[in-house]
């Protein structure tokens, strides 16, 4: 069946150290990947996306890694700040669906 | 600009009684999805609407049902609602809603005594 999993549920880092939260997905016909963060109390915020034709994209402190292979996504946070403690979740489409699936969620927290 | 915006932001209800949750999305944007979200886990798609038809639905019971109107506005109806009902309801807009990043409201918390 389809599902979309996290290696670890928690993260903490050190502020200005980066950050690497990893994703495994099961469904090999997947070809649409997204990050979001989520905060308390708010909705999902988009990241960043990648397509099934790329093995990375860079974003604003932001770079996601695709690795069809073993079908494995990752999300690296440069230079981690306060602000980017959250819930962060991967979610993956296949083309012509029409719905995201998304995984449990990493919550990453900073350490001053 | 204005993002997808979700009314009421929180609702308490009892058990066996209906909620009508409403959404609004990014002008411009045409389909609208409707996602639970339970506490300590990902969202789970529930529907998604195009040009006021329903184009896909999660595994939800019958008792969830939901409409878009002409001006790509949406309303999520859960009826005889139960415990396992409580979770935060997302919506989400994009132009197509095929191959896109969905772009998210904060959510309506809805609890279920």
């Known amino acids: 069946g389809e599902s979309v999993g996290l290696h670890l549920p928690t993260l903490s880092v050190q502020e200005g150290d980066n950050s690497i939260i990893n994703c495994a997905y099961s469904?090999?016909?997947?070809?649409?990947f997204i990050w979001y963060k989520q905060e308390s109390g708010k909705g999902p915020q988009f990241i960043i996306d990648?397509?099934?034709?790329?093995d990375k994209r860079q974003g604003q402190r932001v770079t996601v890694l695709l690795n069809k292979t073993v079908k494995h996504l990752s999300l690296q946070i440069a230079a981690t700040q306060p602000g980017d403690s959250a819930v962060y979740f991967c979610?993956?489409?296949?083309?012509?669906?029409?719905?995201?699936?998304f995984g449990q969620g990493t919550r990453l927290t900073i350490n001053p | 600009d204005a993002g997808v915006t979700q009314s009421p932001t929180h609702l308490i209800k009892t058990r066996g009684q209906q909620v009508t949750l409403r959404c609004s999305p990014i002008?411009?944007?045409?389909?609208v999805s409707w996602y639970q979200q339970v506490l300590g886990q990902g969202p789970q798609f529930i529907f998604q609407?195009?040009?006021?038809?329903?184009?896909g639905r999660g595994n939800f019971p019958d008792r969830f049902s939901a409409r878009q109107f002409p001006n790509y506005s949406s309303e999520l109806n859960v009826n005889a609602l139960l415990l396992g009902d409580s979770a935060l309801y997302l919506c989400?807009?994009?132009?197509?809603?095929?191959?896109?990043?969905?772009?998210f409201g904060s959510g309506t918390q809805l609890s279920v005594l």
């Open positions: 979610a993956e489409n296949t083309q012509g669906a029409q719905k995201l699936v």
């Open positions: 989400a807009s994009s132009y197509t809603g095929l191959d896109e990043k969905l772009f």
């Open positions: 609407y195009y040009e006021k038809e329903e184009r």
């Open positions: 469904n090999s016909a997947s070809d649409y």
């Open positions: 002008s411009g944007h045409k389909s």
């Open positions: 990648i397509r099934s034709n790329m």
